[in-house]
């Protein structure tokens, strides 16, 4: 399994950014999804997930903000963030159990 993240940059307090996370080997709409993130000096922590069913949670930080989805077409996971804040700065993973993705930086400041 190999899971590609992609989407990450510099981006404004008060932005947007899309995260996508492209699977191979795997069929995610099969799967429990979820995007982590892990900022300097702190543990890794869940940010949002989607279950096979469609079900989503979402880190109390990012309620409201935050958007997952799966386009199962293209086997891919989104993450849709929106009003970023400079504490939403940090590496952002794919994760499809057991695997990790290699991460893509998104770095929130003005």
């Known amino acids: 399994v190999q899971l590609q993240a992609s989407g990450g940059g510099l981006v404004q307090p008060g932005g947007s950014l899309r995260l996508a996370c492209a699977a191979s080997?795997?069929?995610?709409?099969?799967?429990?999804m979820a995007w982590y993130r892990q900022a300097p000096g702190k543990q890794r922590e869940l940010v949002a997930g989607?279950?096979?069913?469609?079900?989503?949670i979402y880190a109390d930080s990012v309620k409201g903000r935050f958007t997952i989805s799966r386009d199962n077409a293209k086997n891919t996971v989104y993450l849709q963030m929106s009003g970023l804040k400079p504490e939403d700065t940090a590496v952002y993973y794919c994760f499809d159990s057991p695997h990790w993705g290699r991460g893509t930086l998104v770095t929130v400041s003005s």
């Open positions: 989607i279950t096979s069913s469609g079900t989503t």
């Open positions: 080997g795997s069929i995610v709409r099969f799967h429990y």
